[in-house]
């Protein structure tokens, strides 16, 4: 079965850091793109990060570049997005979501997403 399970979200300061994880199954998770989301209540999801498979690299929104970095432990078949620095306006739910495209930037570049996991930055 295909799927991403994401956890590690919470309640934290402003200033603080949070990693999130995600742990996929039923696919070949080398082959694939790895992305990270979030959604605002009222919003569509918004991308943060891409894990790009076939170039090797992390790619990074605005929002997110110098404070967020991503890493993928291809033995456990997770990803990872370390979260510092956080703000008030990090507060979403936050998804992942796998591809075995290149990475993109909108939520139909992506086939299997996971179901979400709450973080709040609040003091």
């Known amino acids: 079965q295909v799927q991403l399970v994401e956890s590690g979200g919470g309640l934290v300061q402003p200033g603080g850091s949070l990693r999130l994880s995600c742990a996929t199954s039923?696919?070949?998770?080398?082959?694939?793109?790895i992305a990270w989301f979030r959604r605002v209540p009222g919003k569509g999801r918004e991308a943060v990060s891409c894990?790009?498979?076939?170039?090797?690299?992390?790619i990074y929104m605005d929002s997110a570049r110098g404070r967020f970095s991503v890493s993928r432990d291809n033995t456990r078949n997770t990803v990872y997005l370390q979260m510092d620095s956080l703000k008030p306006e990090d507060t979403a739910t936050y998804y992942c979501?796998?591809?075995?495209?290149?990475?993109?930037?909108?939520?139909?570049?992506?086939?299997?997403w996971g179901q979400g996991t709450q973080v709040t930055v609040s003091s």
């Open positions: 039923g696919f070949t998770f080398d082959h694939y793109s």
């Open positions: 894990h790009s498979v076939s170039e090797g690299i992390s």
């Open positions: 979501a796998a591809d075995p495209g290149l990475c993109g930037w909108r939520e139909i570049d992506f086939q299997i």
